[in-house]
């Protein structure tokens, strides 16, 4: 395993719910992220979370809400989402971000998210 | 603005036979390239990275890429390939300073 965990694995929720993923990284890492992975499409990245600071949100819809509270947890907040939002969310994590050093980045399992 | 391609959707190889998964890419200055591979039902792995130095990147699991930078390319290559190498591969770059940005995914078949 990659030292990321996310829950739940699978999510199915209506167009009026309001439902939180939940995101834990062991790694120690000061970096944070949100990708949305739909079918045939590459990785869309959402929002990066920098020593628990914002630093990227990528034009998602306000219905996406991040929070992170500490650097070793990210919740997305989600609430009067659309069909179009299924898909899988992942989060990861990295050492560091915003410097010229390459971290790599290690992948939670994702959730699998299906709003009818 | 940073970008990276990957022209084929699938790639197949018979088992024990070489493989290449090839990659393409764009960004000002120098790049960081990365390989991830993403097994059904998990995130995706970090394979392999190319920050400067030796052309030829050793990765996890037997995977290596050539950094070629005249035609910006990074391909992952294996000299013979698994049935269990069967996944999905991405290829990212990152720019400094920013996040990464992955291509869009090749699937590999490998057939027994």
């Known amino acids: 395993e990659t030292g990321v965990t996310q829950t739940p694995r699978h999510l199915v929720m209506g167009m009026t719910n309001k439902k939180s993923l939940k995101c834990e990284q062991h790694l120690g890492h000061n970096a944070m992220y949100w990708y949305k992975q739909s079918a045939k499409k590459p990785l869309e990245l959402m929002f990066v979370?920098?020593?628990?600071?914002?630093?990227e949100n990528n034009s998602v819809p306000s219905r996406f809400s991040p929070e992170c509270p500490n650097s070793s947890h990210l919740f997305l907040h989600l609430h009067t989402l659309q069909p179009e939002d299924s898909a899988l969310y992942l989060c990861?994590?990295?050492?560091?971000?915003?410097?010229?050093?390459?971290?790599?980045?290690?992948f939670g399992p994702g959730t699998r998210l299906t709003v009818t | 603005a940073q970008s990276v391609a990957q022209p084929e959707d699938q790639v197949n190889v018979a088992e024990g036979n070489p493989l290449t998964v090839k990659c393409t890419y764009s960004?000002?200055?120098?790049?960081?390239l990365f390989w991830y591979v993403q097994y059904p039902n998990r995130g995706l792995q970090f394979l392999l990275k190319?920050?400067?130095?030796?052309?030829l990147v050793k990765g996890s699991y037997g995977f290596e890429a050539e950094f070629n930078k005249s035609q910006t390319s990074f391909h992952l290559k294996k000299p013979s390939a698994l049935v269990s190498d069967s996944a999905l591969y991405f290829c990212?770059?990152?720019?400094?300073?920013?996040?990464?940005?992955f291509g869009s995914g090749t699937r590999l078949q490998v057939q027994p």
């Open positions: 990212a770059v990152r720019d400094p300073r920013r996040a990464l940005t």
């Open positions: 979370y920098s020593l628990e600071e914002r630093v």
């Open positions: 960004v000002s200055g120098n790049p960081y």
């Open positions: 190319y920050i400067t130095g030796d052309n």
């Open positions: 990861a994590s990295s050492q560091r971000y915003g410097d010229s050093s390459p971290y790599e980045q290690y």
